[in-house]
Structures are given as C-alpha cells and as structure tokens.
Nanobody
Framework: QVQLVESGGGLVQSGGSLRLSCAAS????????MGWDRQAPGKQRELVAD???????NYADSVKGRFTISRDNAKKTVYLQMNSLKPDDTAVYYC???????WGQGTQVTVSS
C-alpha cells in the first residue's frame, strides 16, 4: 500500500525556519506532481506549493519568496523549506500526491509570535 509520511514539523518562533519532508513508498514517485497543503483551525485546507515531475513549481501568494518546494526522486521524497515563518503559517501541513488522490497524515507547524 502506497503511503506518504511527513516529518519535520514543530514549534518555532516568528521569523524562524523549518523544513518538512515527505517520504513516499511509491515506485512511480518521479512521475507524479507532489504538493504541500495546509489547514489551520477553523479554516479550509489550502494549497501551499506544488512541484511537477519536470521540477517546475507553483506557490500560494502568501508563501512566495519564503517557502521553497523541492524533490529528490532517488529518495522518493519531497521537501518544503519554510523561512521567515509567521504566526499565520500555523497549521497542519499535509503532503499530497497529484491533485489529492493520496495524502499523508499531516504534521503540525506552530509559529509563536
């Protein structure tokens, strides 16, 4: 059974950095667009970033210039480097395959002011 397992969340002060990782047990990982979404309490889940199989990327306006998505196909892992974190970035972050046919369990990111 294919799984996505996130790691790297935690508590950080405003202005700090975290790097999230998502490891996939997926033979065809390199063929998929992978992404990160997040859901804050009381809010809908929203797209944070995507990375396509050709390496091209897409970001939500709220994170452009602060977050960077990358992938290592040999390790079947997608990363989200988050810099200049703000309290508004506090959410559960989910790794996503494609448009959402598979999700990870989520990892909590909390940014204190």
């Amino acid at each position: 059974q294919v799984q996505l397992v996130e790691s790297g969340g935690g508590l950080v002060q405003s202005g700090g950095s975290l790097r999230l990782s998502c490891a996939a047990s997926e033979t065809f990982f390199s063929l998929y667009t992978m992404g990160w979404d997040r859901q804050a309490p009381g809010k809908q889940r929203e797209l944070v970033a995507d990375i396509r199989r050709d390496g091209s990327t897409n970001y939500a306006d709220s994170v452009k210039g602060r977050f960077t998505i990358s992938r290592d196909n040999a390790k079947k892992t997608v990363y989200l480097q988050m810099n200049s974190l703000k309290p508004d970035d506090t959410a559960v972050y989910y790794c996503r395959r494609g448009t959402g046919d598979l999700w990870g369990q989520g990892t909590q990111v909390t940014v204190s002011s």
